[in-house]
Protein backbone atom coordinates (compact mmCIF):
# COMPACT_ATOMS: atom_id res chain seq x y z
CA UNK A 1 0.00 0.00 0.00
CA UNK A 2 1.36 3.53 -0.96
CA UNK A 3 0.30 5.31 2.76
CA UNK A 4 -0.34 3.26 5.79
CA UNK A 5 2.93 4.58 8.71
CA UNK A 6 3.44 7.76 6.85
CA UNK A 7 -0.80 8.41 7.07
CA UNK A 8 -0.78 7.96 10.52
CA UNK A 9 2.53 10.45 10.88
CA UNK A 10 0.51 13.08 8.53
CA UNK A 11 -1.93 12.77 10.87
CA UNK A 12 0.23 13.45 13.93
CA UNK A 13 2.10 16.28 12.38
CA UNK A 14 -1.31 18.06 10.40
CA UNK A 15 -4.12 17.32 13.06
CA UNK A 16 -2.00 16.84 16.57
CA UNK A 17 0.07 19.66 16.92
CA UNK A 18 -1.42 20.51 20.40
CA UNK A 19 0.14 17.38 21.54
CA UNK A 20 4.14 17.51 22.43
CA UNK A 21 5.61 14.96 19.50
CA UNK A 22 6.83 12.42 21.70
CA UNK A 23 3.56 11.73 23.20
CA UNK A 24 1.11 12.30 19.80
CA UNK A 25 1.08 8.45 18.92
CA UNK A 26 0.44 7.32 22.17
CA UNK A 27 -2.56 9.55 22.75
CA UNK A 28 -4.00 9.42 19.23
CA UNK A 29 -3.56 5.74 19.47
CA UNK A 30 -5.33 5.60 23.11
CA UNK A 31 -7.79 7.71 21.73
CA UNK A 32 -8.76 5.18 18.61
CA UNK A 33 -8.77 2.62 21.41
CA UNK A 34 -11.27 4.01 23.18
CA UNK A 35 -13.67 4.85 19.95
CA UNK A 36 -16.18 2.03 18.89
CA UNK A 37 -15.50 0.16 16.27
CA UNK A 38 -17.14 1.68 13.20
CA UNK A 39 -15.60 4.53 14.22
CA UNK A 40 -19.38 6.00 14.55
CA UNK A 41 -19.91 5.81 10.38
CA UNK A 42 -16.92 7.45 9.24
CA UNK A 43 -15.00 5.98 6.35
CA UNK A 44 -11.52 6.53 5.02
CA UNK A 45 -10.31 5.91 2.25
CA UNK A 46 -6.59 6.28 2.63
CA UNK A 47 -5.02 7.01 -1.02
CA UNK A 48 -3.63 10.12 -0.15
CA UNK A 49 -0.55 9.17 -1.98
CA UNK A 50 -2.61 7.19 -4.61
CA UNK A 51 -2.68 3.57 -4.47
CA UNK A 52 -0.70 0.82 -6.18
CA UNK A 53 -2.90 -2.92 -5.63
CA UNK A 54 -4.68 -3.64 -5.90
CA UNK A 55 -6.70 -1.00 -7.22
CA UNK A 56 -3.35 0.75 -9.57
CA UNK A 57 -5.07 3.99 -9.54
CA UNK A 58 -1.68 6.65 -8.81
CA UNK A 59 -4.57 9.23 -9.36
CA UNK A 60 -6.49 8.13 -6.16
CA UNK A 61 -6.85 10.22 -3.45
CA UNK A 62 -8.12 10.33 0.22
CA UNK A 63 -11.73 10.39 0.96
CA UNK A 64 -13.36 10.84 4.70
CA UNK A 65 -17.35 9.88 4.57
CA UNK A 66 -19.63 10.44 7.01
CA UNK A 67 -17.76 13.09 9.16
CA UNK A 68 -20.49 14.73 11.47
CA UNK A 69 -19.78 17.97 13.57
CA UNK A 70 -20.41 14.77 16.39
CA UNK A 71 -16.70 13.46 15.80
CA UNK A 72 -14.03 14.08 17.41
CA UNK A 73 -10.23 13.52 16.29
CA UNK A 74 -9.96 10.27 17.86
CA UNK A 75 -13.09 8.93 15.57
CA UNK A 76 -11.08 10.45 12.71
CA UNK A 77 -7.84 8.49 13.84
CA UNK A 78 -9.59 5.70 14.43
CA UNK A 79 -11.22 6.08 10.91
CA UNK A 80 -7.97 6.04 9.25
CA UNK A 81 -6.30 2.99 11.05
CA UNK A 82 -9.86 1.48 10.17
CA UNK A 83 -9.32 2.76 6.16
CA UNK A 84 -5.93 1.25 6.14
CA UNK A 85 -7.06 -2.12 8.04
CA UNK A 86 -9.69 -2.25 4.61
CA UNK A 87 -6.64 -1.57 2.30
CA UNK A 88 -4.94 -4.53 3.69
CA UNK A 89 -7.88 -6.42 3.45
CA UNK A 90 -8.45 -5.77 -0.05
CA UNK A 91 -4.88 -6.79 -0.60
CA UNK A 92 -5.49 -9.99 1.49
CA UNK A 93 -8.38 -11.07 -0.48
CA UNK A 94 -6.61 -10.30 -4.03
CA UNK A 95 -4.02 -12.63 -3.26
CA UNK A 96 -6.50 -15.32 -2.15
CA UNK A 97 -8.77 -14.61 -5.46
CA UNK A 98 -5.61 -15.23 -7.76
CA UNK A 99 -5.03 -18.26 -6.19
CA UNK A 100 -2.38 -17.26 -3.29
CA UNK A 101 -3.69 -17.99 -0.21
CA UNK A 102 -1.90 -16.21 2.62
CA UNK A 103 -0.64 -18.73 5.37
CA UNK A 104 0.58 -16.59 7.77
CA UNK A 105 0.55 -13.01 8.53
CA UNK A 106 3.41 -11.81 10.48
CA UNK A 107 2.92 -7.83 11.51
CA UNK A 108 5.91 -5.42 12.25
CA UNK A 109 6.54 -2.01 12.23
CA UNK A 110 6.03 1.01 14.23
CA UNK A 111 2.46 -0.28 14.00
CA UNK A 112 2.02 -3.00 15.97
CA UNK A 113 3.25 -0.75 19.55
CA UNK A 114 0.51 -0.74 21.99
CA UNK A 115 -1.63 -3.49 20.09
CA UNK A 116 -4.57 -1.45 18.63
CA UNK A 117 -4.12 -0.81 14.95
CA UNK A 118 -2.78 -4.63 15.10
CA UNK A 119 -6.14 -5.20 16.52
CA UNK A 120 -7.71 -3.29 14.13
CA UNK A 121 -6.41 -5.56 11.18
CA UNK A 122 -7.51 -8.74 12.52
CA UNK A 123 -11.13 -7.58 13.50
CA UNK A 124 -11.40 -6.27 9.47
CA UNK A 125 -9.65 -8.74 7.87
CA UNK A 126 -10.99 -11.63 10.01
CA UNK A 127 -7.54 -13.22 9.62
CA UNK A 128 -5.15 -13.65 12.58
CA UNK A 129 -1.81 -11.93 13.18
CA UNK A 130 1.71 -12.84 14.30
CA UNK A 131 3.92 -10.64 16.55
CA UNK A 132 7.11 -11.57 16.44
CA UNK A 133 9.47 -10.52 19.30
CA UNK A 134 11.84 -8.32 17.04
CA UNK A 135 9.30 -6.12 14.94
CA UNK A 136 12.01 -3.76 13.55
CA UNK A 137 10.87 -5.01 9.83
CA UNK A 138 12.85 -4.33 6.69
CA UNK A 139 16.38 -3.70 8.61
CA UNK A 140 15.89 -6.47 10.68
CA UNK A 141 15.29 -8.91 7.28
CA UNK A 142 18.04 -7.23 5.32
CA UNK A 143 20.09 -8.35 8.47
CA UNK A 144 19.30 -11.59 8.20
CA UNK A 145 19.18 -11.80 4.01
CA UNK A 146 23.19 -10.47 4.79
CA UNK A 147 23.83 -13.34 6.79
CA UNK A 148 22.60 -15.56 4.52
CA UNK A 149 24.19 -14.72 1.72
CA UNK A 150 27.55 -14.45 3.82
CA UNK A 151 27.02 -17.69 5.23
CA UNK A 152 27.12 -16.40 8.79
CA UNK A 153 23.24 -17.54 8.94
CA UNK A 154 21.53 -21.08 7.33
CA UNK A 155 17.93 -21.28 6.81
CA UNK A 156 17.53 -22.80 9.88
CA UNK A 157 18.55 -19.72 11.33
CA UNK A 158 15.61 -18.03 11.21
CA UNK A 159 13.98 -19.55 13.62
CA UNK A 160 16.32 -18.34 15.96
CA UNK A 161 16.14 -14.77 14.35
CA UNK A 162 12.13 -14.96 14.09
CA UNK A 163 10.83 -15.91 17.42
CA UNK A 164 6.68 -15.14 18.57
CA UNK A 165 5.94 -12.99 20.83
CA UNK A 166 1.74 -13.60 20.81
CA UNK A 167 -0.62 -14.09 18.26
CA UNK A 168 -3.40 -11.52 17.52
CA UNK A 169 -7.30 -13.04 16.50
CA UNK A 170 -9.63 -11.15 14.94
CA UNK A 171 -12.85 -10.33 17.72
CA UNK A 172 -15.75 -12.63 15.81
CA UNK A 173 -18.01 -10.28 16.79
CA UNK A 174 -17.26 -7.64 14.74
CA UNK A 175 -17.31 -9.94 11.54
CA UNK A 176 -20.60 -8.53 10.32
CA UNK A 177 -19.67 -5.02 11.53
CA UNK A 178 -16.49 -4.92 9.65
CA UNK A 179 -17.85 -6.92 6.89
CA UNK A 180 -20.54 -4.62 5.68
CA UNK A 181 -18.20 -1.62 6.15
CA UNK A 182 -15.79 -3.10 3.89
CA UNK A 183 -18.17 -3.50 1.18
CA UNK A 184 -18.85 0.16 1.77
CA UNK A 185 -15.36 0.72 1.24
CA UNK A 186 -14.73 -0.61 -1.81
CA UNK A 187 -17.80 1.25 -3.02
CA UNK A 188 -16.96 4.16 -2.05
CA UNK A 189 -13.43 4.01 -4.24
CA UNK A 190 -15.88 2.65 -7.19
CA UNK A 191 -18.43 5.92 -6.91
CA UNK A 192 -15.41 8.64 -6.24
CA UNK A 193 -12.84 7.68 -8.17
CA UNK A 194 -14.19 9.74 -10.84
CA UNK A 195 -14.86 12.77 -8.88
CA UNK A 196 -11.38 12.64 -7.43
CA UNK A 197 -9.44 12.53 -10.52
CA UNK A 198 -11.13 15.55 -11.56
CA UNK A 199 -10.19 16.96 -8.53
Known sequence: MATTGSLTRWFRDELARDVPADEAYGALFDGA????????????LPYFSGERTP???????????GL??????????????EGVAFGVRHNLDTFTDNGAVPQRIIAVGGGVKGGTWVQIVSDVSGRAQILPEVTIGASFG??????????LLTRDSMREWVRVERAVEPREELAELYGQRYRDFLELYRSTAGIVHRL
Open 33 to 44: ARVAPGSDGLLV
Open 142 to 151: DAMLAGLASG
Open 68 to 81: TLGHSRDHLFRAVL
Open 55 to 65: INDPRAKGVIA
